[in-house]
């Protein structure tokens, strides 16, 4: 089982932007995907991007390019750098292993990190 770390979440002003980090804890994490998911309150959580062992990203499409996955295999990471956000992305964003290419999750979650987005 991955053990999975975020941060990076924080308080924004609408417009900005905020990097979003995962760290995990086992080489498990260089032959999984894995995507980041959220979920803002009174809502589902929904996958908001997902990137394959390879380095390929997928985005859900009500982003419009705001975002911008990537990972780093041999330090264990991958990232989220979040630009021009709306008050809309307010939302505990996790981290997870997932199966490619649907982005459904595996069972392996982060304990999230809050973003909130200001008008």
């Known amino acids: 089982q991955v053990q999975l770390v975020e941060s990076g979440g924080g308080l924004v002003q609408a417009g900005g932007s905020l990097r979003l980090s995962c760290a995990a804890s086992s080489i498990v994490f260089s032959i999984n995907a894995m995507g980041w998911y959220r979920q803002a309150p009174g809502k589902q959580r929904e996958l908001v991007a997902h990137?394959?062992?390879?380095?390929?990203?997928r985005y859900a499409d009500f982003l419009k390019g705001r975002f911008t996955i990537s990972r780093d295999n041999a330090n264990l990471t991958v990232l989220l750098q979040m630009n021009s956000l709306k008050p809309e992305d307010t939302a505990v964003y996790y981290c997870a292993t997932v199966h490619w290419p649907a982005g459904l999750p595996k069972g392996d979650w982060g304990q999230g990190t809050q973003v909130t987005v200001s008008s």
């Open positions: 990137i394959s062992t390879g380095g390929i990203p």
